[in-house]
């Protein structure tokens, strides 16, 4: 029994990502967020136990790969979607009222993001060294830096972010940027310790530190903080590495 206990929770992943894309395009962005946030949860849990339980298997290796394409790959994607749609509709009506091949071409350029996740999750499930650096951004990762947008507008009122997820190109830039970073080979942390020694995990601790003093200062405001600091803490820790080798 004990054995399908991990593959439930991944299940309660894709539930969340799955629901999370129904609110996406029916608009409600914040709701999606939340409950892809509630996906990483049981993504971490999932793991989590089979660990605990000593549940693996080769079915819950390839179901957690495809529950984090529809949460952290479709899921965000859509909510990018929806937040061009709205950018256009508001901003730049007569585009889309003159030429609906160009207002397409915006709306679906965020069909990237799911694609390129898709070869993430791939390349991550054959790539043995991957165990304790990951070579490109995790798609959780990923999820996060569209989610952390949403709440950060939706929960404060910092101008910046407003006209950021306003903003066809700046969303567009975005994609690109999350999407190539999923597939280039840049060492990132993983945040999997074997010990709680400092030395070997300054990277680590710098990114925790980092983030517990954003949030402590900013409240909310620090979520769309989040990714930058772990791309820096992760160059941090590669430069650290470097220099003692």
Known sequence: ???????????????????????????????????????????????????????????????????????????????????????????????AAKSQVIKALFLYFPVIMPVCAALRLAIFNIDETQKKMFKGLPTPANALAVISLVIGVHYTDVKILDDFAGSVSALILLTAVLSALMLIKLPLLSLKMESLKFRGNE???????????????????????????????????????????
């Open 1 to 95: 029994m004990k054995k399908h206990i991990p593959n439930f929770i991944t299940s309660l992943n894709l539930a969340s990502g799955f629901i999370a894309s129904i609110f996406a395009l029916t608009g409600d962005l914040v709701t999606a967020s939340w409950l892809i946030l509630a996906a990483m949860i049981f993504d971490f849990l999932d793991g989590f136990s089979a660990r605990l339980l000593r549940a693996y298997s080769d079915i819950g290796k390839e179901l957690d790969s495809l529950a984090d394409v529809v949460s952290f790959g479709v899921a965000p994607a859509l909510i990018i979607y929806k937040l061009i749609d709205i950018s256009i509709a508001l901003h730049n009506p007569e585009m």
């Open 203 to 245: 990277g680590r601790y710098i990114l925790v530190i980092s983030v517990v003093i954003a949030f402590a200062f900013l409240q909310l405001k620090a979520a769309p903080l989040i990714i930058p600091l772990y791309l820096v803490a992760s160059l941090i820790s590669l430069a650290i590495k470097r220099s003692t080798a």
